[in-house]
């Protein structure tokens, strides 16, 4: 890979940064496609700016060069992600940028992605534009995290999320639902679920918490992920709060509202659970999966994934319980997780992670990078 090389000094970061938070806002929308930002720019002015679509597309660089017209002939490209070489449902991007007539090319990644992996940006370089790959590459592999998991790995980028209180439980048995975090902390965690395509529970979280799992910061409703339940035995009820409210259909891809509004939860089992209990689950709508048993008769989460990963899921958050956060630690299966501590005990019989060992659990596989106040709690966030 080509290191970038400083050439226009400040203003690259700046248009970089700036194709790197248009590209965010698309994170959970545009699956099975990663969210990609660029931008076009002419003489030092912005010409032309884009993201991948919510349906994954048009793709980021046809946006902005379809918005910079005439314009981006002889001008800068800026891109979060290297362009397509190949014909899937649109035609190349690297095709469009060297059409367009763009001079120069600055690419923060080149794409794993077996069908491009490189060949966009030689494209270009063979077409006579200058192309340089690496400026904002750290945090370009942050923001496109699932879609780098899903290529290289074959399942979606699993981000774990707990909430601890000063006791250390993530809940207290038989209790239901305990309220660990604040309200800032829940609202900052709405706009988590709606950035990932996907969020899982196990079924002990549906039969004691009975969740809705959806995003309900005001106008945010239809980003909602889609709903997951690892439920070996098929146990979910079909009156579970999890088949109401509006979710993303499964890979994140949205088919306009209706479908939005009618999407419900898909429920990872075994293929051998209870035909009466699984006939009554379709019934009320739901998606079925059958995976394999591992060890001890429970699902193989791995291959779970993998057939997550195959319908296009590309992230994937977890929000309970504590058996299934221990089952995905120990397959080697969670990629990050941000550990929320609240302020307060919660007493009783609590319910702790990792056999109570939390955070040094984590800070075996995972890196402490970066820790936050939202409210009176504390976020820590980990990363491989």
Known sequence: ????????????????????????????RTAPNPSVGAVVVKDGAVVGLGRTADSGRPHAEVVAL??????????????????????????????????AGIARAVVAIEDPNPDVAGRGTRR????????????????????????????????????????????GGIGRRGSGQVAISGAASRRRVHLMRAEHDAIGIGVGTVLADDPALTCRLPGMAALSPHRLVFDTEARTPPTA???????KALGGVRAGTAAVAAAAPTILT????????????????????????????RLDLAAALAALGAAGV?????????????ALWAAD??????????????????????????????????????????????WLHWQR
């Not at 790959?133 to 290529?151: N, Y």
């Not at 699984?278 to 001890?296: F, I, Q, S």
């Not at 501590?341 to 800070?363: K, Q």
């Open 314 to 326: 590309t992230t994937l958050l977890v929000e309970g319980g504590a058996v299934l956060a221990e």
């Open 66 to 99: 379809a918005q910079a017209g005439e314009a981006a002939r002889g001008a800068t490209l800026y891109c979060t992600l290297e362009p397509c070489s190949h014909f899937g449902k649109s035609p190349p991007c690297a095709d469009a940028v060297i059409a």
């Open 1 to 28: 890979m080509e290191l970038f090389e400083a050439r226009n000094g400040q203003d690259d970061d700046t248009h970089m940064a700036a194709a790197l938070s248009i590209g965010r806002q698309g994170n959970g």
């Open 270 to 297: 075994a293929a051998d659970a209870d035909a009466v209990r699984l006939d009554a689950l379709r019934a009320v709508g739901a998606a079925v999966m059958a995976v394999p048993r591992g060890a001890g008769g």
């Open 241 to 247: 709060a999890v088949f109401a409210g509006p979710a």
């Open 124 to 167: 270009m370089r063979e077409a006579g534009i200058e192309v340089s790959v690496g400026l904002g590459a750290a945090a370009a592999r942050r923001d496109m995290a699932g879609h780098l998991t899903r290529m290289r790995l074959g399942r979606p980028h699993v981000t774990l999320k707990l909430a601890v209180s000063a006791d």
């Open 333 to 378: 299966l969670v990629d990050a997780a941000v550990w929320i501590e609240g302020p307060r005990a919660i007493g009783g019989a609590l319910v702790r992670p990792f056999g109570g060992e939390g955070r040094a659990r984590l800070a075996e596989r995972l890196a402490l990078c970066h820790v936050s106040r939202v409210g009176d709690d504390r």
